[in-house]
C-alpha cells in the first residue's frame, strides 16, 4: 500500500505562483509514473503533468511553460511548480502514483487551489 498526502495549496492572486507537493509513504516499491491531475466541480479529473521513472515529463497545453513537475527520488516526493497562475488553474489537485510491477493506482486526498482574479 502507498500512501500519498498533497501540501501546498491555498489561495493566490492571479499571475502568483505555489508550489505542491505529493509526499508517499508505506510499501514503496518503485513506480512506472507519478502526476498531477486537477478536478473543477461538474467536471472530469484531468491531467496537468506526468513524470516517469526514468525523469521523462509530460504536460497539458494549458499549462505547458508555466508548471514544472519534478520528484526528489530520497525524499519520495513529488513536486509542482506552478507560475504564472491564471484563474482557470483553479481546481482541486490530485497526486497519482502508479506503482512498477503492479500498475496499481493510488490517489491522494486532494489540495485546494484557488486562483483569484
Known amino acids: 500500500q502507498v500512501h500519498l498526502v498533497e501540501s501546498g495549496g491555498g489561495l493566490v492572486q492571479a499571475g502568483g505562483s505555489l508550489r505542491l507537493s505529493c509526499q508517499a509513504s508505506?510499501?514503496?516499491?518503485?513506480?512506472?509514473?507519478m502526476g498531477w491531475y486537477r478536478q473543477t466541480p461538474g467536471k472530469q479529473r484531468e491531467l496537468v503533468a506526468k513524470i516517469t521513472n526514468t525523469g521523462r515529463t509530460n504536460y497539458s497545453d494549458s499549462v505547458k511553460g508555466r508548471f514544472t513537475i519534478s520528484r526528489d527520488s530520497a525524499k519520495n516526493t513529488m513536486y509542482l511548480q506552478m507560475n504564472s497562475l491564471k484563474f482557470e488553474d483553479t481546481a482541486v489537485y490530485y497526486c497519482?502514483?502508479?506503482?512498477?510491477?503492479?500498475?496499481?493506482?493510488?490517489w491522494g486526498q486532494g489540495t485546494q487551489v484557488t486562483v483569484s482574479s
Open positions: 497519482h502514483y502508479n506503482e512498477r510491477f503492479s500498475s496499481r493506482d493510488y
Open positions: 508505506g510499501t514503496i516499491s518503485g513506480f512506472n509514473f
